[in-house]
């Protein structure tokens, strides 16, 4: 009997190993281990010492046990078994993690927290004994241990203690913190683990000479995370949107928040090493007659253009401190004086370090936030909707407002229906001949659009730069004009255009192509939205550093480096003027007219795919732009302030909680990893 | 608490620091709610309590349909009235904040989502549960025969051993193939 069971058993096993661990290793000790009934021995598996496969094993022997419990006479061959042990064996065995929590009392958790510390004191000191939890469990019979808990809770709480004690700090804490108990028993068993250790706190446990530095580091790392922790910026207006919109919504705005920390990192660097000297010995250079109107502010041309904010304003040489200075911008050095000088900041070598080094810490943070998440949240796509999993795990805790805790209702409910009637009625058979012409004639579209609009901009600048220089040769002596001025602006405006009206395009075809799956949907939208941005920016970028670096007199530019950083700041500012303009025209207007008009109950839904990649390309942008413009970060905090504020008044008015499914941690994932792609596009400019 | 004004010790601050995932700020804000949540007279007594009515008027937690469950799980008072100390309510943020563990919170969102507290879920606790996440309103609930389809697939789907409820392992490992899993069980004060 034991045995026919234990041959049905097997199959669900194998399959949980695999979709467990998926990991030969593990597979590879169970089966190596012979499953057969009737031995217990089999069952003390050799190496298991980390706590997933200890789970594995816990859940094993449970299977196992399971089986047997239900056939009578494995039943009384346990008994027969069991007599063999001693009594401290069972009772250890009895106090196992068993599989009622609501018996699972103290006794069990600190039984369990017990093994964890020691499996944690063995896999550092890599011995590979036979851990007390590869034992089969007899959780069934668990029962008798009741009467003796009150000492058996000490003897295991005095085993947690001297375990605990022998660990290193560090894991210590860990372990403590990460252990299920109340407060008020995990600060008992504090105090019985440092009992000899009266007074002390916990990180000056041992001062060997090497971890004398590390406790310095950490000291300086968690001082630094308290300052930064401590600013707490935006956080009741996150908590509120966070409350009402749900964790998706929210990923965006941490996602400014995040784009902001970066751009006030590299505008102090640069700031201190690279604006400040330049802006305290500023280069004398000819005055030039630039009538001061407003609109220097949005072309960066006239006044600003040879201000601290572009390239062409920084001395081609060394600073010294005690050399006058009177030299032109492109021009000698102050190498012949003679004075000992203070202090020599050469600054064409600063400006280099300082931006590599900029680009290289950005890069590492991006690579190492992006290789943390992913591992967070790589999981196999299976879209076929688990039911388990959407039953359990999509409750969104944050959302606390009634009408959206309302709407979370209805949201899984009709989620839940939809599932049921999949699993009842089987998915629907459609054409697939014609679900392929409209998927080809969607992609088509898309892409055709695209091209397209690459094709026009590429001509529409080439136009314009030779336009421009028409004029510049023209108006060689006289004032330059303000329509000329202007003119400058169209470039950057027909780019916004093209960015704002395309992905409604890109909208509109995929609610024509009316895919299965929402998250098919999603990525497929991302990636047409990405291809479009890509584009715009190659085109541009082959315009700025391909034809205009490589001949600037021929488009009559004293600087090209200073021009593409014009370029770019007005690209910047452009683009925050148009998603100001679409913020408040197109969407409040637009929920204006689904409501009047259209007479929608709902009011539109917040795109954060989109918005998101708008938050890309601008900070690429920046990045592109920080070689040539090293104060666009400024301009790009203001932006990043003014966007978070704006976007999220829009939203409390506009907007409401999306019907759709969104995988915070998933999309966030993609996110930091488009958003490092850029970024090395930025140092490829060097 | 230790203390009868409205300061938190610092060695008692420091120990909590230890002892849960949360941060300084965190705990001395976690201090203040929850002095605003005691009436005059408990604010002089050593270890205070809040009646579970009291922490249910928190506006993070209202309109959450679990909330009472969660007032259960994490007292530790002898009268099983949901009443929370000092104490437990900084459990209940610690298990819920940011940096907890995922085997911290798929236990506790485990004992919470164990309506009847026998240590497994069964059929009853499954109904129980998904009737909180569809909401009160009896058009958006499921019909019976909907419900029972919906249990017997979860167990299907979940119950590994066959016994016909879920326990904790197996709950875990449903819950670890879920990344979104820790992102959506999180309550910031």
Redesign the interface.
Known sequence: MAYSVDFNLRPIMELELESLRGDDTAQDSMTGTGLESGSRETLEMEVLTTESRDRLASQMSDVRERADERSEESIQTNLLVRKRWSTTTLRVLSSMPSRSIGQQSRLEIISQCNIRSTQLRRYHRQTQDVSLSSRPSIRGYGIEADSEDVCEEETKRQELVNNLQSLSAGDRVRMLRATPLSLAEKTKLRKLVFSDKVGQSLLSSQVPCCSLLKRALYHIWFGCLFILSSLQLWQVALKRLGGRFGTGVLSYFLFIRTLLLFNVFLFLINGLFLVLPQAIHPPLHTPSSHRVTGLELFTGTGYLSNSLMFYGYYTNSTINTSCRPDEITAGTGCGTTSDPHMMAYNIPLAYCFTIGITFFITGIVLVYSMSKSFGRSFRVFKSQGNMAIKVFCSWDFKVSKKMSVRMQSENITTQLKELLSEVKGGEEEKGRLSGMAVHLLAWSISLGSTFFCALGIHCFAKYMHLNSTLRRHEDAEGEVSVVHEARLLALPGVVSCGNLLLPGLFNLVSWMENFNSPIVRLYVSIFRNLLLKVSILGVLCYHWLGKIAAEPEQHGLQCWESFVGQELYRFLLVDFIFTVLYTVFGEFLWKRFSQGVLRRRRKPVFDIARNVLELIYGQTLTWLGLLFTPLLPAVQILKLLLLFHMKKSSLLVNCQASRKLWRASQMSTLFISLLCFPSFLGPSCL | MGTTASQLRKDLL???Q????L???EIILAHKRFSELLSKEDRNIPTPRVPMEKVLSL????????RKRICHV?S?SDMKDGSLTF??F??LLS??SDSA?L??KS?????I??FD????LDGGD?EK??NC???ETDD???TTE?MR??IS??LE??D????GTV?????????S????????????L
């Open positions: 420091s120990e909590y230890e002892l849960t995932f941060t300084k700020q506006p993070e937690l209202k309109s959450n349909p679990f994490f530790t104490e437990d900084l459990d298990a819920f563990t085997e911290i236990h506790y969102a485990f004992r989502f164990d507290d026998d240590g497994t499954l549960l998904v996440l569809t909401g958006t609930r499921l909907e389809q919906l697939n979860i789907e979940s590994i051993d066959k016994d326990n904790l392992s197996e709950f875990q490992h449903v819950i193939r879920s990344p979104d899993f820790v992102s959506s069980f999180k309550i910031v």
